[in-house]
């Protein structure tokens, strides 16, 4: 089964949510955790007990293993494949990119069922261009797996290259919008090629219906709400996946309490849905 369909099911039977899983310095001490890999892996594995069975995505955020060094990576696979085993889906934030064949590296670690670090979806930058994309979303469509491509991030930095124009006149992130849509074009369904687009954007004039997943990030810590979410994407706010990581964390360390703050959410962006 493609990877869009087995979102859209996560979603049509857990809630439209993507609960992110940042193991900031700062909440594993809020949680009374060490700044360790043990501190990290007693964070990660409650935050996936807690939202088994309520959420339809987690998101770990690679750099906050990666910076446990090897022993954060091992926390990291353990991470996912207890997410993976639990039913919920494992969208890895990697925001990869590089030459095609440095690419086809990636994608075989990330995407290709064999490797010990395989997901559902994983995250990656335009920036090379978007055909240097290639070995990531063939991958994906190959092994049943999806791919999210950096539109229109949260940042308040990122106008200043995605607002720019190419030689065509267009600016980047419709270039990349474009693409993604050309990609799931074939798709029976939601496509498993997502674009990545914040909550905090403000006003766009992009079209944002790309046929496949539409991840937004920023909501909660970054300013961004649910309204804002209604405004910007219009009829294509059914393929939204909101994603939230400190506003819902902070509720820990109690899994019931992070289970609660993960259903308060979903349920707030049910209105989404109709
Ligand atoms: O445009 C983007 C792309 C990715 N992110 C990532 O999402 C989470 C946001 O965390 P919050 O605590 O909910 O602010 C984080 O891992 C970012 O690296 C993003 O924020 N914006």
Not at 45 to 55: D, H, I, L
Not at 184 to 208: F, K, M, P, Q, W
Not at 235 to 259: D, Q, W
Request: negative net charge; glycine residues 12%; contains cysteine.
């Amino acid at each position: 089964m493609t990877f869009g369909t087995r979102l859209a099911e996560a979603v049509a039977g857990r809630g439209r949510l993507c609960v992110g899983i940042d193991p900031h310095p700062a909440l594993l001490d809020a949680w009374g955790l060490t700044d360790s890999a043990f501190g990290l892996e007693k964070f990660a594995m409650a935050a996936v007990e807690a939202f088994a069975g309520t959420v339809a995505v987690v998101k770990p955020q690679s750099a906050f293993f990666e910076r446990h060094g090897s022993a954060g990576i091992a926390v990291l696979e353990r991470t996912v494949t207890a997410a993976r085993e639990l039913g919920t889906l494992v969208l890895l934030d990697v925001k990869r990119g590089d030459i095609g064949t440095t690419a086809q590296a990636y994608a075989d670690a990330y995407l290709r069922p064999s490797s010990p670090l395989a997901v559902d979806a994983v995250t990656v930058s335009p920036y090379l261009g978007m055909g240097s994309l290639d070995p990531f979303l063939d991958t994906a469509l190959a092994h049943d797996a999806g791919v999210f491509v950096l539109a229109l991030t949260s940042n308040p930095e990122g106008p200043q290259f995605q607002h720019a124009t190419t030689a065509d006149g267009r600016t980047v992130a419709g270039t990349v919008l474009d693409a993604v849509a050309t990609r799931n074009a074939d798709a029976e369904g939601l496509g498993s090629i997502g674009a990545v687009v914040g909550a905090t954007i403000g006003e766009t004039r992009e079209n944002l219906d790309v046929a496949g997943p539409l991840l937004v990030p920023g909501i909660g810590a970054q300013g961004g709400t649910v309204d804002d979410v209604r405004r910007i994407f219009g009829p294509a706010a059914r393929n939204v996946l909101p994603s939230i990581s400190r506003e819902v964390l902070g509720a820990g360390p109690e899994k019931r309490a992070l289970h609660e703050a993960a259903q308060r959410a979903a349920e707030a962006f049910a209105v989404l849905d109709g």
